[in-house]
């Protein structure tokens, strides 16, 4: 199982998908706190999760983001004892918003980082299959 992430300061998306059906679904959202790495495994260890697929930005504007990303990237593959690998991803907000519209969803904040992670990880798996 494939586990896509949205890294946010604030806010974790999370979706996941089967290797072989390649259709990644929303999952949830988990506050980025003390407890992160502890929420991530339970999730890992639910869904038998074998790789992480997490989206950084490459515009030059976001370098510090990019970084702590990949920090985070690090700290997965240590404490979660998965693979990571990082895709590049841009506008994945905006495209979440332009999607969670077009379904008829009202509060878009609340939703966007799952749906974030749900195209960060379809991207992955439609160039990897």
């Given amino acids: 199982m494939l586990l896509g992430i949205d890294w946010g300061q604030r806010k974790i998306g999370l979706a996941i998908a089967e290797r072989e059906i390649s259709i990644a679904s929303a999952f949830g959202v988990l506050e980025n706190d003390k407890n992160i790495f502890t ?3 339970d999730v890992v260890e639910e869904h038998d999760v074998d790789m992480i697929v997490i989206g950084k930005s490459e515009h030059l504007s976001q370098s510090d983001n990019a970084k702590l990303i990949e920090a985070f990237g690090d700290e997965c593959c240590s404490q979660l004892g998965v693979a990571v690998v990082f895709v ?4 994945s907000t905006r495209e979440a918003h332009t999607n969670l519209k077009e379904a008829g969803k ?14 960060i990880l379809q991207q ?3 160039i990897h299959n």
């Fill in 106 to 119: 009202k509060k878009l904040d609340a939703n966007d980082d799952a749906e974030s992670a749900r195209i």
């Fill in 88 to 91: 590049p991803e841009m506008f």
């Fill in 39 to 41: 929420a991530l495994n």
């Fill in 124 to 126: 992955y798996l439609d």
